[in-house]
């Protein structure tokens, strides 16, 4: 008995001891002092490259988000632009770290085991645009319509099972390359344009006359847009509660503009914002068992932002999208939307 309860103690003591559980893929990471993470090549608001040709968008931002929590800077992400099948496929080929750039979470590619979904930065739906001279109102009415729609993407499994339900005819244009695809939709090679809602907003920029296309009433699907990682604990844990960092700072109204005053004045905070940015706090014990550094909440928000700062700043009202975010599916839970931040305690 002796024995056994001396084993036990020896074991518990190890379990509370253990300073962190580093994953071989975020130790890859810190090693080579970067964050490999992928982006659409050219998708306006979501990721583009500036004049210097450094990605900015909604999307671009969340690789920022990782590597401040990473590295304490958000100049590490590593952003490279890429397809949408070779970004799966780069990630299960251990090539890049994460993804950020509108992969919609199924349960077969969950399934995959070279593939973590980790957590869901903005719920979309299929639609689908046409050019106003079709003289199109309703998807209801694309009995015959040729549609350009991306290889290897769900949007090709949504249209069979939307169109087959209704016992509409169609053709498809199967085409991998966006630009060769957005080519043939602009020259009139196809009648219709089937993607993801805000994907349509984005890509009707991309013509030299936006306003000759609109968007059709119908959403077709659920798309949970989610940030995909190499499987790796510690990497998704870090990049998962990043994003929470940044709801949470939405659900105590903390932005990157007032988290300076904030931590000057911790004391007089809410518990939860103390949880957050307190040197002895939730967040600082996470550091600790993660590998990384003390301050990495604070260094997401004052780098990055909250979540409705980045929704706001690509996609809000002072943009071409013009898209308001409270009431929306990405607003938090109160505001009516689906966006829950988890308790960092």
Not at 80 to 108: L, P, Y
Request: glycine residues 8%.
């Amino acid at each position: 008995m002796k024995k056994i309860l001396s084993s036990a103690i020896m074991l518990t003591t190890a379990v509370f001891a253990a300073p962190s559980y580093a994953g071989p893929v975020l130790d890859e990471i810190k090693a080579n002092d970067k964050l490999i993470c992928l982006v659409n090549p050219n998708s306006p608001g979501f990721s583009v490259p500036d004049s210097q040709g450094v990605y900015q968008g909604f999307n671009t931002d969340f690789c920022r988000m990782a590597a401040a929590a990473i590295f304490g800077d958000a100049s590490k992400a590593d952003i490279r632009g890429i397809g949408f099948s070779d970004s799966m496929k780069t990630i299960v080929a251990d090539g890049a770290h994460m993804a950020s750039r509108s992969i919609t979470a199924t349960g077969t590619r969950d399934a995959d085991p070279g593939m973590a979904f980790v957590a869901t930065t903005f719920y979309d739906g299929q639609g689908f645009m046409v050019p106003k001279a079709l003289g199109v109102a309703s998807a209801k009415e694309l009995n015959g319509a040729t549609v350009c729609a991306e290889d290897g993407s769900t949007t090709l499994l949504n249209i069979a099972d939307w169109f087959g339900d209704r016992g509409i005819e169609y053709r498809v244009e199967n085409i991998a390359d966006k630009t060769a695809r957005l080519e043939a939709f602009f020259s009139g090679k196809c009648d219709v344009y089937a993607s993801d809602v805000t994907a349509l907003l984005s890509d009707r920029l991309l013509s030299k006359t936006p306003a000759d296309y609109s968007i059709l009433p119908e959403v077709i699907s659920a798309e949970p847009l989610t940030l995909v990682t190499q499987p790796d604990q510690a990497l998704e844990a870090t990049v998962f509660w990043a994003f929470q960092v940044m709801l949470n700072a939405d659900q105590f109204g903390v932005t990157s503009a007032t988290v300076d005053d904030v931590v000057a004045d911790l004391d007089n905070q809410p518990k939860g914002v103390q949880r957050l940015f307190a040197k002895d706090s939730a967040a600082a014990e996470m550091a600790t068992k993660l590998g990384l550094p003390e301050d990495w909440a604070y260094q997401v928000i004052k780098q990055v932002g909250s979540y409705s700062e980045v929704f706001n700043r690509h996609l809000g009202a002072d943009t071409p999208f013009g898209l308001d975010l409270k009431g929306s599916a990405n607003a938090l839970v109160r505001d009516g939307g689906q966006m829950y931040a988890y308790p960092i305690r």
